[in-house]
């Protein structure tokens, strides 16, 4: 009964796949090819550095990377693949520490079933006084969390990579310039989110209500339960795909970290 209008299915991520699947948008997927559409983003300082960097050109005076050109490998080489294991168990636990909040979060949890004779009154009235603005804000304090502690982690990676060889040096400065380019346009995107859930919580609640005066006018209604339709059953419904859609979108913002690690974890 309480289900998202259907879409075009999309080959994209998973929170552009679920984000289709719930929302009433349905925007055809782009022609244009990844490199056409970070020629539109990038701006020409980004542009430059990333030229620069690609290129292999010295940075500051020096060359890419810090390295030492020639000559036998530092001491701190011997270790770098012990410490590059450490990280990646590092970013497993961020990333579990992540998805843990998310799941556990109180304003996500299932609302517990009351007796069914006072379930028809306390629903109702809980369902009038429901404000969406309680899941926006803590679905913003959220992305707010894993920006931030993402972007540390993606920092961190990027100084270990900075300290090993020339090319991993140049791979680090890449991955700043995109983050400071594309930085603010993912940030904007990614707030929009919210706003999309919005119409999908007033959609799920206006068709329980749609459904439960359906059944009351056919007489239907029984301690409760109308034709097999619980009273703030929606609810539930949503707290489930808000944190589906939140899981979505730390997948999307740990792409870089598995990125940066993949680059460390390099024999």
Same mark, same amino acid.
């Given at each position: ?107 996500? $949890? *299932?609302?517990?079933?009351? =007796?069914? &004779? ?5 629903? /109702?009235? +809980?369902? !009038?006084? @429901? %404000? ?12 707010q969390t894993m920006e931030t502690t993402i972007g540390n982690l993606r920092g961190r990676l990027r100084t270990m ?52 005066? $359906? *059944?009351?006018?056919?007489? =239907?209604? &029984? ?5 097999? /339709?619980? +009273?703030? !059953?929606? @609810? %539930? ?31």
């Amino acid at each position: 009964m309480l289900q998202a209008p259907q879409r075009t299915a999309f080959s994209g991520p998973a929170l552009i796949r679920v984000l289709a699947r719930l929302t009433d948008l349905d925007v055809p997927e782009s022609s244009q090819s990844l490199s056409d559409r970070l020629s539109q983003w990038l701006g020409w300082t980004d542009a430059i550095g990333l030229s620069t960097a690609l290129g292999g050109t010295p940075l500051n005076g020096h060359p890419a990377g810090g390295a030492p050109r020639g000559g036998q490998p530092s001491a701190a080489a011997a270790g770098a693949r012990a410490d590059g294991h450490a990280e990646e168990a590092e970013c497993a636990r961020v990333r579990a520490s992540l998805a843990k909040a998310i799941a556990g979060d109180s304003t996500f $949890a *299932a609302a517990k079933r009351r =007796a069914p &004779a006072q379930a028809p009154v306390q629903d /109702v009235a +809980a369902d !009038a006084a @429901l %404000d969406y603005a309680v899941f926006r804000q803590r679905y913003q304090s959220i992305q707010q969390t894993m920006e931030t502690t993402i972007g540390n982690l993606r920092g961190r990676l990027r100084t270990m990579l900075a300290a090993r060889t020339p090319a991993m040096a140049r791979l680090a400065v890449v991955d700043a310039v995109m983050e400071r380019a594309l930085g603010a346009r993912e940030h904007n995107l990614l707030a929009t989110v919210p706003g999309l859930l919005a119409g999908h919580f007033e959609r799920l609640r206006g068709a329980e209500r749609e459904a439960l005066a $359906a *059944a009351e006018s056919a007489a =239907a209604v &029984a301690a409760g339960d109308a034709a097999g /339709v619980r +009273a703030g !059953a929606w @609810l %539930d419904v949503f707290r489930k795909d808000m944190q589906s859609v939140l899981l979505a979108e730390l997948d999307v913002r740990f792409q870089p970290v598995e990125g940066l690690l993949a680059a460390l974890l390099t024999r």
